[in-house]
Each structure stands twice: as structure tokens, then as C-alpha cells.
């Protein structure tokens, strides 16, 4: 059983710079691109940032460049995502995402290109 879950989240101050964590088991995902997406209350789930096997790719949603910064370990099966200079803005439930397959480029942005998902994480910013 493949399973992602996520931990970091809570409540942050604006201005915060918390990490998130996505620990993958079940699967390897050393060759497989990874994300991260958001969703707020009454929105939809929106992407955040991805990364690519080989970590040689790693596209940002425009609200968040330069901000947070995704990276990953293979070797523990994780993903993360530091988040800097946060805003009330960024208050939302986070989810790791991983996909399958694709060269050590690929870092697709959307919800449909990836396979398994965690629960979720609350991030919460308080102004």
C-alpha cells in the first residue's frame, strides 16, 4: 500500500518560514517527479511547486517564486517544501503529490499527472 503522508503544518505567523515534510513508503520514488498543491476554503486545489526525479527541474506556481523552494532526498523517500515570507494568503490544506514515470526533467503541474496523493496538511496564517 502506497501511502504519502505529510507533516510541518499549523499555525504560523505572517512572515513564517516553515517546512513541510512528505515521506513516501509502499514505493520508491527516486524516479519519479513529486509536487506539492494547495487548497484553500472554498477553491480549488491549485499547484504549488513540483520537482523532478533528478531534482534538475522545479517549476513554481507565480504566487510563490522566490518564496519557497522544493526540494527532495531519494534516498529517504522524501519531499520537501520551505516556505519563506509567508502571508495570510498562503493559509490552505497542502498535499504531496507523486507521479510516475517521465525523464529527469519531468515535473508536470497538473492534478491528473499524478498517481498517489496524501491527506493533507493545514497550514494556517495568522496576520
Known amino acids: 500500500q502506497v501511502q504519502l503522508v505529510e507533516s510541518g503544518g499549523g499555525l504560523v505567523q505572517t512572515g513564517g518560514s516553515p517546512r513541510l515534510s512528505c515521506a513516501a513508503s509502499g514505493r520508491t520514488f527516486s524516479w519519479s517527479p513529486m509536487a506539492w498543491f494547495r487548497q484553500a476554503p472554498g477553491k480549488e486545489r491549485e499547484f504549488v511547486a513540483a520537482?523532478?526525479?533528478?531534482?534538475?527541474?522545479?517549476p513554481y506556481a507565480d504566487s510563490v517564486k522566490g518564496r519557497f523552494t522544493i526540494s527532495r532526498d531519494n534516498a529517504k523517500n522524501t519531499v520537501y517544501l520551505q516556505m519563506n515570507s509567508l502571508k495570510p494568503e498562503d493559509t490552505a490544506v497542502y498535499y504531496c503529490?507523486?507521479?510516475?514515470?517521465?525523464?529527469?526533467?519531468?515535473?508536470?503541474?497538473?492534478?491528473?499527472?499524478?498517481?498517489?496523493w496524501g491527506q493533507g496538511t493545514q497550514v494556517t496564517v495568522s496576520s
Open positions: 520537482i523532478s526525479w533528478s531534482s534538475h527541474n522545479t
Open positions: 503529490a507523486g507521479g510516475s514515470g517521465g525523464g529527469n526533467w519531468y515535473s508536470p503541474r497538473g492534478l491528473n499527472e499524478y498517481d498517489y
